[in-house]
């Protein structure tokens, strides 16, 4: 089996519903703890569960990036520097811990996904406002980076210089094509959902089975004890 | 049987649902991106960025407020914002975003409000100011707690001074509430510019 087929088995045998609350744990650790060494041991956990996950390189990626900035932070107020600001750096440590849950629950197959939150006490609108709106943040990085592009393609993009002059032209540029990309999207999916009887009252089947299991109690009750002992501290 | 269509005309179907996200979606991305590029700036972070994001975003809250043309959706937007934050760990801004998104749902009220300009550009604004606003409720909420966090976090006393003067003073609150104003009427004359020259020729929108 090919390592992204096996990446796809080990997803498919977590919940949505824990991935779910793993993320809400993480962002309540990232924003409540005062003590950075709490804050480390988290991420470094996280990094083993994407590991756990198979994925290993984005799991080292975000890490890395995590310790360079804490290097950097604390560089920068032992050294009294200023550039680049520390208050960025800042904001990148503590928005990596949340990434990477966020990252994993990207990679759950979006009617896995689907079937897990219909299990929660969530109105149906507002669960797929939640699973659209998770599914289209990779969507849209990935079209914002095909339109910048074709806007160098087509020369809007020459110059620092030219961007700057005319800032409303270039906004038009990257706008317009940007909506009718994601509506399109958007229509799309839309389409899709309806066929497959979305808006039918009766109650909803999955493909997928959607069971805690006992790897997904271990991950509730981790991520809950991380949770309380990284506030505590 | 009339009234029962009239129903299903006033609540979002799935297409209106999917337009809200994708364009809530971008205008996140973009918010973030805002976020970080004027982070470095602490003078255009504090007054500036709620109004750029105002101004940048505007075309996205057009283009689902002409398309869905529904009740509910600036609430829905300003409410799932109040989420997001929630999310992130400040709890307390949900209650102040869904009153914040009431407020713009109210200035909203009537008959195809959500394709009039003038109403649009009005709870936009609301919206946006509410935004700016929102940035001090968790320096006035626990400005102890805050102060301590920022200054580990990595906040030098040059912006932690200037927040302080900008929080405290009703004066400079206005003056960001203004300034977040004009960029964001700004932001939708040139979202309306935008919808006539190339939506609603290509009939994407209303």
Known sequence: ?233 | MESAVQNQKKKFGIRDIMTIAAMMVICFSIMMVVGSFTLPFPLVYLYGAAGIDGFICAIFFLVASYRVNKHGLIFAWAGIYGLIQGVMGYMFLLPYFLVVGALAEASMIGKDTYRNPIRTRIGWTINCVGNFVGCAVPLWWAWDSYSAMAVESGFTAETLNMQISMVTSPALMLLGAAITAILTILGTLFGQRLLRKHFKKSGIVG
Request: charged share 15%.
């Open chain 1, 1 to 233: 089996m090919s390592r992204a087929g096996a990446t796809h088995k080990q997803i498919e045998r977590v919940d949505g519903r824990t991935v779910l609350f793993l993320t809400v744990c993480s962002c309540l650790v990232s924003f409540l703890t005062t003590d950075l060494l709490a804050h480390a041991i988290f991420t470094f956990c996280l990094l083993l569960i994407l590991c756990f996950f198979g994925l290993v390189k984005q799991g080292i990626c975000c890490f890395l990036v995590y310790l360079t900035a804490i290097f950097g932070l604390y560089t920068e107020i032992k050294y009294g520097i200023s550039f680049p600001s520390p208050l960025l750096l800042s904001i990148i440590y503590k928005l990596i811990l949340p990434a990477m849950p966020v990252y994993l629950l990207f990679r759950i197959p979006s009617g896995k996904l689907t079937a897990s939150l219909r299990k929660l006490p969530l109105p149906t609108k507002a669960m797929l406002v939640l699973v659209v709106m998770l599914r289209f943040a990779p969507t849209v990085v990935h079209e914002f980076g095909e339109v910048k592009e074709a806007m160098r393609v087509r020369g809007f993009l020459r110059s620092f210089g030219t961007v700057l002059r005319h800032p409303l032209n270039t906004l038009e540029y990257a706008i317009v094509p940007m909506v009718f990309r994601s509506l399109k999207i958007a229509d799309e999916l839309s389409a899709s959902a309806i066929v497959r009887g979305i808006e039918s009252p009766c109650d909803k089947q999955s493909y997928y089975v959607s069971r805690i299991n006992l790897l997904d109690t271990f991950l509730m009750l981790f991520s809950a004890a991380a949770l309380i002992c990284c506030i505590m501290l």
